[in-house]
């Protein structure tokens, strides 16, 4: 079975740090994009970080630029985000998400987030 | 940043009605645009990508539409398991925003 699973998540204070963990099975995990989103208590969906298949490239929503840290382990097909400084505003469901090619022509390649995690909750509070 | 603006925020609709939701981009992302649906405490699932492309295993009543910076979402016929909430999201540019959401509730 194709799946993500994500660990990690906790009670922390203002300041504080935590890593979390995306397990993956079911497909060959080293040849996909992957992705963090998050979801505040009764809000949205919010992208947070991109990391490429390699590795070598990944990219942050502005907001934690700075803080968190999106790597991955091919051998142990497993993505993480380690998140620092945090804030109450950090406080939030996070999905792990992979992003698939679902279809491309010559000049163009589109992408969605066609696996996602079951979400670890985060709490950061005093 | 491009924002992402759904309409309505909610809606209340009865089984077999057919329903739209709307997604506006602030400027044009041809058709990368996908839907997704989540049911409360769940994580999201895909069901259009490039705007109008049904992803595998989602039902034949959803269709997506438009190109640019108007996108539709069409229930043909709502089901009970469609009471959720839907968002948008553009892959076009990173960062790849989503819509706020539309909740669609049991009138």
């Known amino acids: 079975e194709v799946q993500l699973v994500g660990s990690g998540g906790g009670l922390v204070q203002p300041g504080g740090s935590l890593r979390l963990s995306c397990a993956a099975s079911?497909?060959?995990?080293?040849?996909?994009?992957m992705n963090w989103v998050r979801q505040a208590p009764g809000k949205g969906l919010e992208w947070v970080s991109y990391?490429?298949?390699?590795?070598?490239?990944?990219s942050y929503t502005d907001s934690v630029k700075g803080r968190f840290t999106v790597s991955r382990d091919n051998a142990k097909n497993s993505l993480y985000l380690q998140m620092n400084s945090l804030t109450v505003e950090d406080s939030a469901v996070y999905y792990c998400?992979?992003?698939?090619?679902?279809?491309?022509?010559?000049?163009?390649?589109?992408?969605?987030?066609?696996?996602w995690g079951q979400g670890t909750m985060v709490t950061v509070s005093s | 940043d491009i924002q992402m603006a759904q309409s309505p925020s909610s809606l209340s609709a009865s089984v077999g009605d057919r329903v739209t939701i709307s997604c506006r981009a602030s400027q044009s992302i041809t058709t990368f645009l996908n839907w997704y649906q989540q049911k409360s405490g769940t994580a999201p699932k895909l069901l259009i990508y490039a705007a109008s492309s049904l992803h595998s295993g989602a039902p034949s009543r959803f269709s997506g539409s438009g190109s640019g910076t108007a996108f539709t979402l069409t229930i043909s016929s709502l089901q009970p398991e469609d009471f959720a909430t839907y968002y948008c999201q553009q892959s076009f540019s990173t960062p790849q925003t989503f819509g706020q959401g539309t909740k669609v509730e049991f009138k």
């Open positions: 990391i490429g298949s390699t590795g070598t490239t990944t």
């Open positions: 079911g497909f060959r995990f080293s040849i996909y994009e």
């Open positions: 998400a992979r992003a698939a090619l679902m279809d491309y022509d010559s000049s163009n390649n589109w992408f969605a987030f066609d696996i």
